[in-house]
């Protein structure tokens, strides 16, 4: 395991103007062009757990770098890979492999934007985990500065490079159930611990893990196992609980078929435990989203843990909606389509509804396998289908409801100003602050 050697100049000018957000410089760098038939160099940031899946997906490429915090956790990873050099901070990393062209970043949630960013401006494709980033204003500035540096992205909310989602699209734009006014989202998240209003006591840090390194941006605080490797997605200081989790996998298929855009407002109707560490056990969070072209306003209800939508009338109660624990459902003017958590299993219900239906004609073009989609546009074949134009302000709504969490307050949203009007706290949320080291 390399050593978390100093940070050049160079690699902190950058990192720290990254974590400043809105920090693109506007200098272009240098990206190596590779053809459809060479093989990318590829690197890992976070290579347990998700990231060991993510890295594995990449195994037709050169993988020729892998970076962790924790050996424990990367061991598979670099079990698999045992030519790849291995790093435990990432900046190291980006600054002595000169020759990577693309990087997954699968960390927790809140070092996604400093990883991706440090990447980005140094000429490198990136495969950043959803949701993309841990606040608002850090999904904004990564998908102005993929623009900017003109880099490869993908998000990794796979369901959106699946047929499923597809066929709702078609469905619904074909008239499947007439015009859509509402939707209803839920999941089973959390099923790791929320609702805890106080820090942890302090634990000895293990052998194989750089507890300072883990911390990244976030505020300082002891090492306990309740945070790391799992449960952090519930803690507001690393996770953006249940909504970060699935938000965008199980809104993806509304987000896509209704062309949504931002939310008017969005507010919370019910919430059970949530305070100032970690997110709420059961949740209801309603969006509002305006008339956009040809489609009318329409409602948006999100659920977690124990709250649950209600039955749309006329659905017999032993069919399931969704897969069950995950899924949405859409209310048209003339019926219901459901589809599950990543936009599989899309039909209209009741399921004799489905018997006299025919499919209309595909009009969206199929894709890859969602991290092959990526790997196909490093190499110069067309936009990746959730790349950051989508995903960027795809993630920007599904953070919205964390706003609204974490204030308790309607928010009623500007999206140009990326500012919540009349709610004046919920700026510190919109855009974060930065452990110090970690910004300029």
């Known amino acids: 395991m390399g050593k978390s050697n100093r940070v050049s100049r160079r690699v902190f000018l950058v990192s720290t103007a990254a974590a400043v957000a809105g920090c693109a410089t506007g200098r272009r760098p240098r990206i190596r062009r590779v053809s459809p038939l060479e093989k990318l160099n590829v690197a890992g940031i976070g290579v347990g757990g998700m990231g060991k899946h993510d890295i594995g997906a990449c195994a037709s490429e050169n993988v020729v770098a892998l970076c962790d915090v924790d050996e424990k956790q990367a061991a598979e990873s670099f079990k698999r890979f045992p030519k790849a050099r291995r790093y435990r901070d990432f900046r190291v ?13 699968s960390t927790p949630d809140h070092v996604h934007f400093i990883a991706a960013m440090t990447a980005m401006e140094l000429g490198k494709h990136v495969y950043v985990q959803k949701p993309l980033a841990h606040s608002i204003c850090e999904a904004r500035t990564l998908a102005k500065a993929a623009s900017t540096y003109k880099v490869a992205t993908q998000m990794g909310n796979q369901g959106h490079s699946g047929d499923g989602v597809r066929r709702l699209c078609e469905m ?25 209003p106080e820090p942890l006591p302090a634990q000895p840090v293990p052998d194989t893990l750089d507890w300072n390194l883990w911390l990244g941006p976030a505020p300082e605080r002891p090492y306990n196992p309740g945070y790391a490797p799992f449960a952090w997605r519930g803690w507001w200081d690393f996770g953006c609980g249940g909504l970060g989790d699935m938000g965008c996998h199980i809104l993806d298929p509304a987000n896509y078929a209704l062309k949504l855009g931002p939310p008017s407002s969005v507010e919370v109707l019910h919430q059970v435990g949530n305070n100032d560490q970690t997110g ?12 956009r072209d040809d489609m009318p306003p329409v409602t948006l209800y999100w659920y977690e843990g124990q709250d649950k939508p209600p039955r749309p009338e006329g659905i017999p109660e032993d069919e399931r909606l969704g897969e069950g624990d995950n899924g949405s459902y859409f209310v048209g003017d003339d019926g219901v389509i459901t589809t599950g958590c990543y936009g599989g299993g899309t039909r209209l219900v009741p399921a004799k509804r489905m018997r006299d239906y025919t499919m209309p004609e595909p009009t969206i073009p199929r894709r890859s396998e969602h991290h092959q989609d990526w790997l196909e546009a490093c190499k110069g074949i067309g936009p990746a289908c959730s790349n950051f134009d989508y995903a960027g302000p795809f ?23 990326m500012k919540a009007k009349s709610v004046p706290e919920a700026a510190q949320y919109v855009r974060r602050k930065y452990r110090r080291g970690w910004r300029a």
């Open 93 to 105: 990393m980006l600054e002595k492999e000169k020759d990577i062209d693309a990087v997954t970043v």
């Open 172 to 196: 619904v734009w074909a008239g499947a159930i007439g015009p859509v006014r509402e939707v209803h989202a839920w999941t089973n998240r959390p099923v790791w611990p929320q609702g805890i």
């Open 280 to 291: 709420p056990t059961s949740c209801t969070v309603r969006y509002e989203f305006p008339q």
């Open 395 to 417: 993630t920007e709504t599904v953070l919205l409801g964390n706003l609204a969490l974490r204030t308790g307050k309607r928010i009623e949203w500007d999206a140009e100003k």
